[in-house]
């Protein structure tokens, strides 16, 4: 070191501003950097000019005045690197105008490669997907567009390392491999927050990899149905997201109807998304984490749920440090009734999706949800069962599951007694894989039985069981029946209570009206509940008459209707019993055949006349008419 | 190496297929092996002939157009073992016919002893009894007749190794041992299910060390009497199958009757089992995954809990590769109510064992249960309570437990009103061991308090206290009258507000007949529920007159039937109310002097009336009025 | 070693018996000490001194007649110390009879630098806070009056290594310190209790040490209030008890109305909790572990929530061998009826501090609890509501939080519908910190509202939203209104519903009855439940009438009421129902301007009847007017 290259280099115009990720290989005698003081000794001040430069300003070269604490921000002047590498600066004047950013000309390593890297120090970038911290290191996952990768920071035992970095943010983190116990990390060296084009960079490099991973399975529907057909954009648009959802490492909520079409259409998707979950995050655990399937008993989501389900959402976002999940609505989610609980998620910007055969009302939903298939959006209706769309989901999902479903279609039909044309190939599609219309039949009442008997628990083993999707087709086929004959003696059992206390009128349109107190007349809180109970005896008395039939069957405060023949708007039924009925508040919805109200308690017998009233003047429609009796 | 050793060789009639354990100290040059291609290089291939057995085929020894790729099986003949134990192979003819398998004779390491090899690689055979899959390595817990060991695989991160094993295979696994934070396992070199003789052989090893092991301990019952005596054989039965479920790793879901016999019949045997679990599994976290005590409100295994229970067990099995449990019964489910429960378990091969004391249809449940003790099968009846049979049970089960055991035959016997002759003996024994009558009483009435403010949650610390059966003594003594004194002071309030709306009236044979609504002139969801409060006001009226007494406390659709002094056939009563009362959906069961039935709300008065006047003609008992107040 | 050294030594008057955490530099020559002996070989036994300290003792040296076993006890004699350190002893009359104790003289260290230690061997001293048994070594959390350091002790494989050893026990430890992931840790050389002097001075130490760290913050109330100013001392001995409980690594478990009130007196005193358990155990996961938040829906402390409490406390004890909770009752626990439940946790010692501002019952509740702070203690009621009284207390647990906490007092006198003079201080705070009337008003409802959606879920971070303690405040301002709104429309549907059928009488003291039943009059298991839906009602009929008003809604067993410008003596009312209804079964009680009672249903018109004749005549108070509407 002499003084006149010292003297030389600090005429340079301009200062570097070293990134943290530098290395000696970047820096050179003569140049002047930004630093920082990291130490104060007696013949001096060591310096920082990156995570890993460092060097000493010896006294000597010092003017005289200067006092430097620890921390304390410099401009230093590289004089030498000596043979052993260490580095002597001089200071330079720190009010040097121009300062340029250099940044370490690293190799990015893929996130997915690192396996191959032990040992070594690599550079990955990418998004932080998930920040945890543990009793002691703080684990950031960091995930490109191969991969995602946990890296390891340690502030100090329990202390949040960099806790300026959060969750999405896009990050450059440079450290050593390690293996730990047959998985991969990199303990973190530097980890540093990307802005502006860098930011850029990486976002598009990562959003044109999901974009491309999260393109659906090209799949033909099972059958030839153009009622369907105009669906699948609709259907590849959810299957899109769902798979984008997973790539990006956002835990996905799935709501949907306990019942038969209801798992017809939540299992065959929980299958296809917990394959590609796997095989996207390499882990039989993340399934767990990112996946829920959770049975709803309202026909619509209840704000109660609504609640527990934000609540999960954000106890898990502070304790895992997971994203907020995308609510994923299945059979359910379609109607006006659904949108307070849709205002409470927004509030939090999680994403909704929904696939529905109810009743829409698209002006109240849409606005609220990013994808809404339900075929009544295409003039078609709920004989396109969400179970037969959900089957097409999956295949879009997850290549390879077509064998595995093609029973499923025609259970969901069944289950909701869809009068579809297109049953027949459904049907003859489940028969080609082995099950006889008889046998489907019994795995829809199984399946009926099963969700009344699990009640708020998804039962996933014992329902792929039941539905033979990812399960062990022995069992099923043992279990069914079993099932099947359990639920129909129960049903049997409850109808014997109720039968003779079945009232019946003749009404004013000519159809056959029966009545029954379900709740006095039938055994509680038992399987069949009482709209089952109702149906039961609906289907009976159609029949044995063979003529039009309404059937109600009330309790207390609620009153589950059916009608066969018989053209019931239900929707506006309950808005007129609202205007004439003052304080009964009445609600309730359904289709033309199906539904069901509330009222309180106390307007029951009003409710119910002026109910009966409409009905003796609805119009009857052969159309709607049960097929006869195979 | 010589061509001409190398053509000698390949002369030789068999072609050797090493067991993949094998290492070089099997092979010999000039013999000929199976061989399989894992490098291809510039000067010729790798093979494998086992796991550890590996070496080259130099191309100068091929004839010219061979083509091999990684995979590739071929023959090879050994021309050289090197110094530095490198081996070199010549290619030799593939379709050679005959092939002789050879297996590495290796000395076989008790599992129990791998804590004394650690860093030796070691064979061991046994059951894989757990498989496991973590973020990196593949856990398959191997069971031999001496302990269990974890040996962890690793394919790569998260990935299941060796996928083509399965829980309750028997397999071989070589590899080394390791010690982790004070727990051994073997690194896994080799593992390889085992078929044919090796297989049956394991089989024979392990069944025969199981059946040594699980034999139960030699006891005498704590008191004589015969009556129990001739039931000692099964119970003996019982504590064989449990303490055999323990050493085989198949968890045990205790349900019992949530009352006092119930719970007297549970700890203790809970206790015995968590003994028997630690010392079997030296682990204390190994009683908690292997052992459930779950109380049942229900007095019969109802289709829910069953269908919750078999889901949990699934669940468990997908999650932590359990077995699927064994299910026990204590002081429930010997009766014809039970057996659709049994039915569904029964598709899924779990194994059930019944101790109960209630009137059993063996016709019914035999067929579906493994073991099945009550005292009906032997011409006794409830006076043998559950909680002494269970107490001779655990005691069966584990030794060194009779002295903290003898005061909870007692306690049973007077929580369910036992008139055994053989109480006089236990409440002597539990006399001896420092608790008197009135104590044993309320600890019987503590325990019935916690049961209904417990609800669904076993509370094992809590009842261990209060049973002081694995608890703390001196806190027993604090908590006992405490409780009892709490349970009393609640009695006594229901019973101010329910007195006087019991309703009188002397019947056709003479007794009083006393009737209350305890769901309109009680209070609802508080101590003590329904049945104990008719108990209650029953007990009372037998002291008042010191006659016959038949009390009836009814809600809107149930109706709880005591009776002193009365013979109450209360099954046949409710098969003619059945006949009678077409609609009416009665159900329900009992002993003698005790019973409930089940009805829909819309037909409680006719049930009641026709209940009553059935009552009115039952036939008077000496025999079964309340021994004198003691 | 010469026969003349050992002889002189042999001479010496006493016997050393050496602690076990000596070492050789605390032996000498010449010098005799108690010793057992550890193994027995053909020349003679090996003995040990000490943890540390060991050696042999020749056979040549032996009388001939000695026989000694593994595990026998002797004194021995010191006669060599060789150059590699080996001891050589001598036997000594093991009958001599003084013995002196000598501990190793070793320098402590704080448990807070153990980090700065690593791989030296340490010596700790303090009390064992937890004892977790592992599938491999025990974990004593041993703290001193600095920090706690986890002490790793192996005995055998999931074997408990220092039985003896209990949580509460002061010892000293003797061992290396380790780094694992970023904590540290010491791995047990030795592991002794403490006793006598030694005890007695660590307790001390911690004594004094906690004493000092638990001195709450000095704060200065958020207004100038005198009838505060006068609870301030009460509140900082809460203060106190609860930080000292985190430093003793005591849980918290914390029961709250589920209210408005009660949230906004639990939430900010779970944030300062929280913040202070991350202070003092330098880890994210101990909050969770050591401070439980849950709403209770009863206005008093049941037996049941009680029984699960304990249950839980004592499995978590057995699991995690954590000390028994604290229970903090929060605008909850100053009644009678909560004393059944105090009387249980007494008896398992666990520590109750009652912040409150209901009518307090002291005689019944002071002997059973630590703390016990209400305004009705010092003259003053309910007006100064829990939220009030906890925001100061959480103010003095934690520093720096005052501006979060600004606006909660607001919040929770809106809530309760505090007349205090001080609401216009708290209004003003409030509005300063930018919350105005109309909002705090909001949040309120949603605090409502969310209590009813969230059942006996906290909600945690749901409410620390909508409350805007810890939460997020953008979300806050969009979540409030929303909320509110919510719950305005319900609260519209409910008195839709119930309105027409609200009977009105005027009674003999001149003010407006109104009655209405809640059951049959509006829909049942929805928001507003039956309590808020009459105190809706009560507050239009108030607005409309401008005169005085009485309101009773009613459902099967209870009856909420709600009076304006009439004093109801409600405990009175209760009493004299009783009396003259035996069998009625009225409880329950209130202020005397709200309340509610329960009785038995079948009651009801008689309970309703002679409540009404009573308010009939209730006299009326200018002074309990609702202030003009704003």
Redesign the interface.
């Given at each position: 070191m002499t003084d006149a290259t010292a003297d030389d280099g600090a005429d340079g115009p301009v200062v570097v501003d070293l990134h943290s990720s530098c290395t000696t290989q970047d820096v050179a005698t003569g140049e002047r950097y930004r630093a920082t003081v990291n130490g104060v000794v007696e013949y001096g001040v060591f310096v920082d000019l990156s995570e890993n430069v460092s060097g000493l300003v010896h006294e000597s070269t010092f003017d005289g005045d200067e006092d430097f604490d620890v921390g304390d921000e410099t401009v230093v002047h590289l004089t030498e690197i000596r043979d052993n590498g260490d580095l002597s600066f001089e200071l330079a004047d720190p009010d040097d105008p121009e300062t340029v950013d250099r940044a370490h000309d690293y190799e990015r390593t893929a996130a997915a490669s690192v396996?191959d890297r032990v040992g070594d120090t690599v550079h990955v970038e990418g998004e932080v997907v998930q920040i945890k911290?543990?009793?002691?290191?703080t684990i950031f996952r960091v995930r490109d567009e191969t991969n995602a990768v946990p890296c390891t920071a340690?502030e100090?035992?329990?202390?949040?390392a960099h806790p300026d970095v959060e969750v999405g943010d896009f990050v450059h983190v440079n450290g050593e491999v390690e293996e730990?116990?047959?998985?991969?990390q990199i303990e973190v060296g530097s980890l540093d927050v990307l802005d502006g084009d860098e930011s850029a960079d990486v976002a598009r490099r990562l959003d044109a990899a999901f974009a491309e991973q999260a393109e659906p399975v090209d799949t033909e529907p099972l059958v030839e149905w153009p009622a369907l057909e105009q669906m699948i954009p609709g259907l590849r648009d959810v299957a899109r997201t769902l798979r984008r959802a997973v790539l990006e490492g956002r835990p996905i909520r799935m709501r949907h109807h306990a019942d038969g079409d209801g798992m017809c259409a939540s299992v065959p998707v929980q299958y296809a998304l917990t394959q590609f979950i796997e095989d996207a995050h390499?882990?039989?655990?993340a399934a767990?984490h990112l996946l829920k399937r959770l049975p709803s008993k309202a026909p619509y989501y209840e704000?109660?749920d609504a609640?527990?389900d934000?609540?999960f959402a954000?106890?898990d976002?502070?304790?895992h440090g997971q994203k907020l999940p995308l609510l994923l609505m299945l059979d359910n989610g379609s109607t006006e009734e659904d949108t307070?609980a849709y205002?409470?998620l927004d509030?939090?910007d999680i994403p909704i999706v929904v696939v529905d055969h109810h009743h829409p009302d698209p002006e109240a939903v849409d606005p609220l949800v990013d994808e809404h298939v339900n075929p009544y959006l295409h003039g078609e209706d709920y004989r396109i069962t969400t179970g037969m769309l959900c089957v097409e989901l999956a295949r879009m999902i997850y290549p390879g599951l077509t064998d595995e479903l093609e029973h499923v279609p025609a259970v969901a039909g069944l289950s909701d007694r869809s009068k579809a044309d297109a049953m027949t190939d459904y049907l003859d599609l489940a028969r080609d894989a082995g099950y006889d219309e008889e046998f489907l039949q019994q795995i829809s009442e199984a399946l009926d039985y099963?969700a009344y008997?699990?009640?708020y628990?998804p039962?996933?083993?014992?329902i792929n069981d039941v539905l033979n999707v990812n399960g062990d087709d022995e069992?099923h086929r043992?279990?069914v029946p079993?099932?099947a004959e359990?639920a129909d003696e129960d049903v049997a059992?409850?109808l014997?209570?109720?039968?003779?206390?079945v009232e019946h009128e003749r009404v004013a349109n000519g159809a056959n009206l029966y009545r029954i107190?379900v709740?006095?007349?039938?055994?509680?809180f038992t399987?069949p509940a009482p709209g089952k109970t109702t149906g039961e005896i609906h289907d009976r008395k159609v029949e044995e008459t063979g003529e039009p039939v309404i059937t109600i069957g009330y309790g207390p405060?609620f009153a589950v209707l059916r009608s066969d023949g018989v053209r019931l708007d239900i929707p506006t039924m309950v808005e007129d019993l609202n205007d004439e009925l003052?304080?009964?508040?009445v609600s309730g919805g359904g289709h033309l055949v199906v539904g069901s109200i509330?009222f309180?308690?106390?307007?029951r017998e009003e409710v119910l006349d002026a109910l009966i009233e409409k009905m003796a003047e609805a119009e009857l429609d052969e159309e709607l008419r049960s097929a006869p009796q195979r």
């Amino acid at each position: 070191m002499t003084d006149a290259t010292a003297d030389d280099g600090a005429d340079g115009p301009v200062v570097v501003d070293l990134h943290s990720s530098c290395t000696t290989q970047d820096v050179a005698t003569g140049e002047r950097y930004r630093a920082t003081v990291n130490g104060v000794v007696e013949y001096g001040v060591f310096v920082d000019l990156s995570e890993n430069v460092s060097g000493l300003v010896h006294e000597s070269t010092f003017d005289g005045d200067e006092d430097f604490d620890v921390g304390d921000e410099t401009v230093v002047h590289l004089t030498e690197i000596r043979d052993n590498g260490d580095l002597s600066f001089e200071l330079a004047d720190p009010d040097d105008p121009e300062t340029v950013d250099r940044a370490h000309d690293y190799e990015r390593t893929a996130a997915a490669s690192v396996g191959d890297r032990v040992g070594d120090t690599v550079h990955v970038e990418g998004e932080v997907v998930q920040i945890k911290q543990t009793a002691g290191p703080t684990i950031f996952r960091v995930r490109d567009e191969t991969n995602a990768v946990p890296c390891t920071a340690f502030e100090d035992a329990g202390v949040r390392a960099h806790p300026d970095v959060e969750v999405g943010d896009f990050v450059h983190v440079n450290g050593e491999v390690e293996e730990r116990e047959g998985t991969y990390q990199i303990e973190v060296g530097s980890l540093d927050v990307l802005d502006g084009d860098e930011s850029a960079d990486v976002a598009r490099r990562l959003d044109a990899a999901f974009a491309e991973q999260a393109e659906p399975v090209d799949t033909e529907p099972l059958v030839e149905w153009p009622a369907l057909e105009q669906m699948i954009p609709g259907l590849r648009d959810v299957a899109r997201t769902l798979r984008r959802a997973v790539l990006e490492g956002r835990p996905i909520r799935m709501r949907h109807h306990a019942d038969g079409d209801g798992m017809c259409a939540s299992v065959p998707v929980q299958y296809a998304l917990t394959q590609f979950i796997e095989d996207a995050h390499h882990d039989e655990d993340a399934a767990r984490h990112l996946l829920k399937r959770l049975p709803s008993k309202a026909p619509y989501y209840e704000m109660e749920d609504a609640t527990r389900d934000l609540n999960f959402a954000l106890e898990d976002r502070a304790r895992h440090g997971q994203k907020l999940p995308l609510l994923l609505m299945l059979d359910n989610g379609s109607t006006e009734e659904d949108t307070p609980a849709y205002k409470t998620l927004d509030h939090y910007d999680i994403p909704i999706v929904v696939v529905d055969h109810h009743h829409p009302d698209p002006e109240a939903v849409d606005p609220l949800v990013d994808e809404h298939v339900n075929p009544y959006l295409h003039g078609e209706d709920y004989r396109i069962t969400t179970g037969m769309l959900c089957v097409e989901l999956a295949r879009m999902i997850y290549p390879g599951l077509t064998d595995e479903l093609e029973h499923v279609p025609a259970v969901a039909g069944l289950s909701d007694r869809s009068k579809a044309d297109a049953m027949t190939d459904y049907l003859d599609l489940a028969r080609d894989a082995g099950y006889d219309e008889e046998f489907l039949q019994q795995i829809s009442e199984a399946l009926d039985y099963e969700a009344y008997m699990l009640r708020y628990d998804p039962g996933t083993q014992l329902i792929n069981d039941v539905l033979n999707v990812n399960g062990d087709d022995e069992r099923h086929r043992e279990l069914v029946p079993f099932l099947a004959e359990r639920a129909d003696e129960d049903v049997a059992e409850q109808l014997d209570a109720a039968e003779s206390h079945v009232e019946h009128e003749r009404v004013a349109n000519g159809a056959n009206l029966y009545r029954i107190d379900v709740e006095n007349h039938a055994h509680r809180f038992t399987y069949p509940a009482p709209g089952k109970t109702t149906g039961e005896i609906h289907d009976r008395k159609v029949e044995e008459t063979g003529e039009p039939v309404i059937t109600i069957g009330y309790g207390p405060d609620f009153a589950v209707l059916r009608s066969d023949g018989v053209r019931l708007d239900i929707p506006t039924m309950v808005e007129d019993l609202n205007d004439e009925l003052p304080g009964a508040g009445v609600s309730g919805g359904g289709h033309l055949v199906v539904g069901s109200i509330r009222f309180v308690p106390g307007m029951r017998e009003e409710v119910l006349d002026a109910l009966i009233e409409k009905m003796a003047e609805a119009e009857l429609d052969e159309e709607l008419r049960s097929a006869p009796q195979r």
